[in-house]
């Protein structure tokens, strides 16, 4: 399996490791030449806006969304899921979101930089070890669709989710040693999605 990284803004060395620690050796995502030769795309954590704007200036906006519309596995941390929800509160104006996974997102849900948080939580990959969480400026969910599982929840809100091929946290996994989301997002989501299609 072939897993990109979408390197225009944030975490992407993080999730690098993550990956690699996971036993899949990933590819930095900055062109769409880059995109059309993997399976599965991670989203880091970073800023919303300015990944959306830098995907557009290296005209990779469209064939991102194109290739999660047909199905391409996805895995977005933080401002990956809301780059990846249909809907976004709290928008600024003209944010566009990749689209995909049929929830709504508020931006900054948890607070400014200086609210952020870690927190051990359940996490519903069927282990009874909690995960530990880092929340940074996070989205919460505020409306699950249909097709779409809460994984991880806040209090009353969801902050980890899954569709059949895309997978979201509001948390950074990426920035703990505990690599579960990753292995997770390659053995319950991607290769799972990857091998109905072949």
């Known amino acids: 399996m072939k897993v990109g990284v ?17 036993g899949v050796y990933p590819t930095t995502i900055r062109r769409p ?3 059309a030769l993997v ?3 991670v989203i880091p954590g970073g ?15 469209d064939p991102i969304a194109w290739r999660i519309k047909a199905g ?3 895995y977005g941390s933080c401002a990956g899921m809301i780059l990846l929800a249909d809907q976004i509160l709290d928008a600024t104006d003209g944010q566009e979101s990749f689209g995909g996974l ?3 997102v508020r931006r900054n849900a948890f607070g400014r930089q200086v609210d952020s948080f870690e927190s051990d939580i359940a996490f519903a990959d069927g282990s009874n070890e909690a995960i530990r969480a880092v929340f940074i400026r996070a989205p919460w969910v505020e409306r699950v669709g249909l097709g779409v599982e809460v994984l991880a929840e ?9 569709s059949s091929t895309i997978l979201a946290t509001s948390f950074h996994p990426e920035l703990t040693a505990d690599h579960r989301i990753h292995r997770y997002f390659i053995e319950e989501v991607a290769r799972a999605a990857l091998q109905q299609v072949q």
């Open 6 to 22: 979408l390197a225009l803004q944030g975490d992407v060395r993080e999730h690098f490791a993550a990956l690699i620690a996971c």
């Open 102 to 104: 049929n929830i709504t």
């Open 33 to 35: 030449e880059e995109l």
């Open 154 to 162: 806040v209090g009353s809100h969801p902050v980890a989710v899954r």
């Open 47 to 61: 800023e919303s806006t300015t990944i959306s704007h830098l995907a557009k200036i290296f005209d990779l906006f």
């Open 72 to 74: 391409m596995p996805v």
């Open 39 to 41: 399976d599965a795309l």
